[in-house]
């Protein structure tokens, strides 16, 4: 069965804190995705990642950053956490040819005090 | 750019009633288009697509989704609706920006409520 997780269900951190999401596939997929997840908004990409070492940005890439140094792991850093960033943050993966076949993780909701 | 409008942000239904969640799409090109479900507290779960063929699509949990060309539109529907059914619903389409890159571009999610 596919897998996708993540490191924490829920986290909160205080505002200018440096944030570390992290997200693990086991289906060796080569394509890895960040979105956040917001009440009347839906799902918005911030990050992709189409092999290792490789990024490209979504559609609000602004304060964020991310890093893939193996497959498996897509890591999404908040390097200065603001309030504005409070919400549900969701990882996916998927195959190389099909990237829009996507499986998700259970999702991180962070709360920035 | 591809994009999807779901114009309800809330569908209330009895149980045994059919349901309809709506979606609307607009695309340049043959359209790829999706369902994913997300259950409380849980990630998303894919539940069906159109990529080509049949105009009546099935899926999982015993949803299928009509593709209507003319109305540019891909309703999910279920003839009996149960509790567990509740949930909060996305439709998404296939974009390919200049990168070449196929994602996804969400809509913004549709409440479904079904009462006992």
């Known amino acids: 069965d596919v897998k996708v997780t993540q490191s924490s269900r829920y986290l909160v951190k205080r505002t200018g804190e440096k944030v570390f999401l992290e997200c693990v596939q086991d289906?060796?997929?080569?394509?890895m995705f960040w979105y956040r997840q917001d009440p009347g908004l839906g799902l918005r990409l911030i990050y992709f990642?189409?092999?290792?070492?490789?990024?490209e940005k979504g559609d609000i890439p602004e304060g964020y950053s991310v890093s893939r140094e193996k497959k498996e792991r897509f890591s999404l850093i908040l390097e200065s956490a603001s309030t504005n960033q409070t919400s549900m943050y969701l990882c996916?993966?998927?195959?190389?040819?099909?990237?829009?076949?996507?499986?998700f993780g259970p999702g991180t909701r962070l709360t920035v005090t | 750019a591809q994009s999807v409008a779901q114009p309800e942000d809330q569908v209330n239904v009895a149980e045994g009633n059919p349901l309809t969640v709506k979606c609307t799409y607009s695309?340049?090109?043959?359209?790829?288009l999706f369902w994913y479900v997300q259950y409380p507290n849980r990630g998303l779960q894919f539940l069906l697509k159109y990529i080509t063929g049949d105009n009546l699509v099935k899926g999982s949990y015993g949803f299928e989704a009509e593709f209507n060309k003319s109305q540019t539109s891909f309703h999910l529907k279920k003839p009996s609706a149960l509790v567990s059914d509740s949930a909060l619903y996305f439709c998404?389409?296939?974009?390919?920006?200049?990168?070449?890159?196929?994602?996804?571009?969400f809509g913004t999610g549709t409440r479904l409520l079904v009462s006992p």
């Open positions: 990642s189409y092999d290792v070492k490789m990024k």
């Open positions: 998404a389409v296939r974009d390919i920006p200049d990168t070449g890159f196929q994602k996804l571009v």
């Open positions: 695309v340049s090109g043959n359209p790829y």
């Open positions: 289906m060796d997929h080569e394509n």
């Open positions: 996916a993966s998927s195959p190389r040819m099909s990237s829009y076949e996507q499986y």
